[in-house]
């Protein structure tokens, strides 16, 4: 109840959300640092489905604790506004830094993918899909951790529905894009298909199925039609292949992801000699 009661100042924009606009703040009794998100009721149309996924949004945010998904510490409205009181994350969005840097390291992506996979067991384990896992989803934390920032998409499992979704094709499993089939039966491990499409774009730069037009995408990624370059390590290569498989129920389990020799190569010391030893 403290940030009810004392005030925030407001700072810099720091980015635009959909549906609003965040800000530095900094609430004037503590001194705590966040970021604002500023939403405007009236571009929620009521008792539209937007309406109710912010709605759920803020059910699901506020109830999850863990390094590596960005905190929603709470959240109040006036007549006009709804806001959003989330976590500052230090080194802003992820997305920025693969396009500046053009790709990650494999040090680097693997660190980042053992975090991403710790996110999301602790998402499974509250049978919260994510469903949008992609770089610009992703924030980056003082100390370069990763934290997962939206959970727009995000909804309890399973779910049965016919998800109208707009922006990039590249990171949805083929179970989402299948059209034409009724049942739009899917489940959690929609989101081991897209951690090994955001695997690939941290080490190669760019989607494994980009396309010009969407039909081609579509097309790809239904036939997980894609090429590795050889330069990628072996290792890497193999986390991919385990995690862009077709069948669900086929893809690497996250248990798996975290024990994989090209994780356990770059995120444990002395890993690099542990992974020799299974040569
Ligand atoms: O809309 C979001 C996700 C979201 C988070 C953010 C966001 C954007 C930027 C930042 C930043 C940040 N730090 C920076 C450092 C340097 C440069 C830019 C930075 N942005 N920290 N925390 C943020 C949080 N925008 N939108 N959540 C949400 C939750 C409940 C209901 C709802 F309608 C939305």
């Not at 959690?188 to 969407?214: C, I, M, N, Q, R």
């Not at 069948?247 to 090209?262: F, I, M, S």
């Amino acid at each position: 109840k403290l940030f009810h009661l004392g005030m925030f100042e407001i700072g810099r924009p720091l980015g635009k959300g959909k549906f609003g606009r965040v800000y530095l703040a900094r609430e004037r009794n503590s001194n705590f640092i966040c970021a604002l998100k500023v939403l405007y009721k009236s571009e929620l149309q009521h008792g539209s489905g937007v309406e109710k996924q912010v709605r759920r949004e803020i059910e699901i945010q506020s109830n999850l604790r863990h390094p590596n998904i960005l905190k929603l510490y709470g959240h109040f409205h006036d007549s006009k506004r709804i806001f959003l009181i989330l976590e500052f994350a230090g080194k802003g969005e992820l997305y920025k830094h693969l396009r500046k840097e053009n790709r990650f390291p494999e040090w680097k992506a693997a660190q980042y993918i053992a975090q991403m996979a710790s996110a999301l067991r602790y998402l499974h384990r509250k049978h919260v899909i994510h469903r949008d896992i992609k770089p610009e989803n992703i924030l980056m934390g003082i100390h370069g951790e990763i934290k997962i920032s939206d959970f727009g998409w995000s909804v309890h499992a399973p779910k049965n529905r016919r998800a109208t979704l707009c922006g990039t094709l590249d990171y949805l499993p083929p179970e989402m894009i299948r059209s034409g089939s009724k049942d739009n039966y899917y489940n959690e491990k929609v989101d081991l298909w897209s951690l090994g499409v955001l695997t690939y774009e941290f080490l190669v730069g760019e989607a494994p199925f980009y396309e010009e037009h969407a039909p081609l995408t579509q097309r790809r990624i239904a036939r997980a039609d894609m090429t590795i370059p050889e330069w990628v390590s072996k290792e890497a290569k193999d986390l991919i292949r385990k995690l862009l498989v077709l069948d669900p129920e086929d893809r690497l389990p996250l248990e798996e992801v975290q024990t994989h020799p090209w994780i356990i190569k770059h995120c444990v010391k002395g890993g690099d000699r542990a992974v020799k030893a299974t040569k």
